[in-house]
């Protein structure tokens, strides 16, 4: 019995020196599976559609030798893109996953997305005032921007006239002046109350001076 336990004991320190003996991190000889991590950063990114971002993954290893490159992937495409470089490019509306991984396959992370949709914020009328005389027409315009201040030419307005009397407005924006007075031409998004927005138009007809 005595020289079984003088056998084990042999087997066992002679494993832990095999395993641990001889190595260092520039060289990874010795070393058995060395700690790796991937650190994220943001954690968690937030983009609207048509957006760019940056994220990236630190990668670190006892073992100084492995290379670090790490892999970007995201788990919806049709949602978000992301390229080596760790570029992400909001494409349609939802939420994603990036994920990282490095050390092949054996270190991953991830950051988690949200994309939102490009909503109309503004709205921005011009000129701020004009004067018509009878008979006359002008074109008005109107500018609808997101929340990042951005332009969306695509958005629809919806101009109305609050005195039809002294000016008529076309739903392209064209106004006319059919008598003098002073009317506001109102630019408004298609919501519906309170959430509509709005921006007008002080229009001014003098009629001619007659001689």
Known sequence: MHVVQRTLLSIVFTGFITACGAGSPASCD???EPSRVLTPSPASLTLDVGVQGQVRADA????????????????????????????VQAVGVGEATLVATAFGDRART?????????????????????TLQPSTS???????TDQRG????????????LAAATVTVTPAGVITALGAGTAGVVA?????GADSLRDTV???VIAPRVV
């Open 202 to 204: 002080r229009i001014v």
């Open 30 to 32: 010795g070393i058995i």
């Open 188 to 192: 408004s998004t298609p919501r519906i």
């Open 110 to 130: 991830s950051v988690s997305l949200i994309v939102r949709p490009r909503i109309a914020a503004a709205i921005d009328a011009t000129p701020r005032l004009d």
């Open 60 to 87: 670190s290893s006892r073992c100084a030798a492995e290379p670090t490159d790490v892999v970007w992937t995201s788990s919806h495409p049709e949602i978000a893109t992301v390229d080596a470089n760790g570029r």
């Open 138 to 144: 002008r074109t008005l315009a109107a500018t609808v």
């Open 150 to 161: 951005d332009p969306l030419p695509a958005a629809p307005v919806v101009w109305t006239s």
